[in-house]
């Protein structure tokens, strides 16, 4: 698959319908597949964190989570296709496991919560089958999340840990296990929860869903700051590429 390399990550130039498709054959195939949706913040870590850019490294799929990759990859004259977030992933393979019976893992958030995600998965999906769930709060060094999870055998799992914990938890463990699809899905979980609102369908389609989030979750904003980080760094390789 070609890839689109943005300071150092190589991204796949898949867009969503194909990316789909292709995930739900490595599931029907008894594949093994780790997908990260990385953004501009997800970059500026790992390039301040040698151990977290090779876990990124680990990963058969790398999608543009952010506009600012895709805007990026266009100025750099190598364009992703489109944006692909692991929300949207993760709706739609729980939209294909609903049809084809494909078992599903629910890792990350807190107790209360992750109850409530897997309650309001099987009211949306009622032939879902969730054949294990985990909190995220767990010692990391001293736990048995890897057994359970193999023990389920499950074809989908869906970290929700956060970046660069959830990147971190697959590409250490991932080499237990001999199928299913890892997906990383940030803070998917605490919008099926309904802990967390999504931006508007209007927000999203023009590009400032960022926006609406610092603009609900004001304490984001020192996360934010990678953003400008990432234009400067993007400009200077333009600008270098051009001279």
């Given at each position: 698959?070609?890839?689109?390399p943005?300071?150092?990550?190589?991204?796949?130039?898949?867009?969503?319908?194909?990316?789909?498709?292709?995930?739900?054959?490595?599931?029907?195939?008894?594949?093994?597949?780790?997908?990260?949706?990385?953004?501009?913040?997800?970059?500026?870590?790992?390039?301040?964190?040698?151990?977290?850019m090779?876990?990124?490294?680990?990963?058969?799929?790398?999608?543009?989570?952010?506009?600012g990759?895709?805007?990026?990859?266009?100025?750099?004259?190598?364009p992703?296709?489109?944006?692909?977030?692991?929300?949207?992933?993760?709706?739609?393979?729980?939209?294909?496991?609903?049809i084809?019976?494909?078992?599903?893992?629910?890792?990350?958030?807190?107790?209360e919560?992750?109850?409530?995600?897997?309650?309001?998965?099987?009211?949306?999906?009622?032939?879902?089958?969730?054949?294990?769930?985990?909190?995220?709060?767990?010692?990391?060094?001293?736990?048995?999340?890897?057994?359970?999870?193999?023990?389920?055998?499950?074809?989908l799992?869906?970290?929700?840990?956060g970046?660069?914990?959830?990147?971190?938890?697959?590409?250490?463990?991932?080499?237990?296990?001999?199928?299913?699809v890892?997906?990383?899905?940030?803070?998917?979980?605490?919008?099926?929860?309904?802990?967390?609102?999504?931006?508007?369908?209007?927000?999203?389609?023009?590009?400032?869903?960022?926006?609406?989030?610092?603009?609900?979750?004001?304490?984001?904003?020192?996360?934010?700051?990678?953003?400008p980080?990432?234009?400067?760094?993007?400009?200077?390789?333009?600008?270098?590429?051009?001279?």
């Open positions: 698959m070609k890839q689109v943005i300071m150092g990550i190589p991204f796949s130039r898949i867009d969503h319908k194909t990316l789909i498709k292709k995930l739900d054959e490595h599931v029907m195939r008894e594949e093994k597949s780790f997908v990260i949706t990385a953004n501009p913040e997800i970059v500026m870590q790992a390039n301040a964190d040698t151990t977290y090779k876990n990124l490294h680990k990963a058969n799929y790398i999608t543009a989570d952010g506009i990759i895709v805007r990026a990859s266009q100025l750099l004259n190598d992703l296709p489109e944006r692909v977030t692991g929300y949207d992933l993760m709706l739609d393979l729980l939209e294909i496991a609903n084809k019976g494909y078992k599903i893992f629910l890792l990350g958030t807190y107790a919560a992750l109850a409530r995600v897997e309650r309001n998965l099987k009211y949306h999906y009622p032939d879902i089958e969730i054949v294990g769930t985990h909190d995220g709060y767990f010692d990391w060094d001293s736990n048995t999340v890897t057994e359970q999870v193999k023990a389920a055998e499950p074809d799992t869906f970290v929700a840990l970046a660069p914990k959830q990147e971190k938890w697959i590409a250490e463990n991932i080499d237990s296990f001999d199928k299913g890892f997906l990383c899905v940030g803070g998917s979980f605490d919008v099926i929860a309904g802990d967390v609102k999504r931006a508007p369908a209007v927000w999203r389609r023009h590009n400032i869903e960022w926006l609406y989030r610092l603009l609900k979750q004001p304490r984001r904003w020192r996360r934010m700051t990678a953003l980080k990432f234009a400067f760094n993007i400009i200077k390789k333009k600008l270098k590429g051009s001279s």
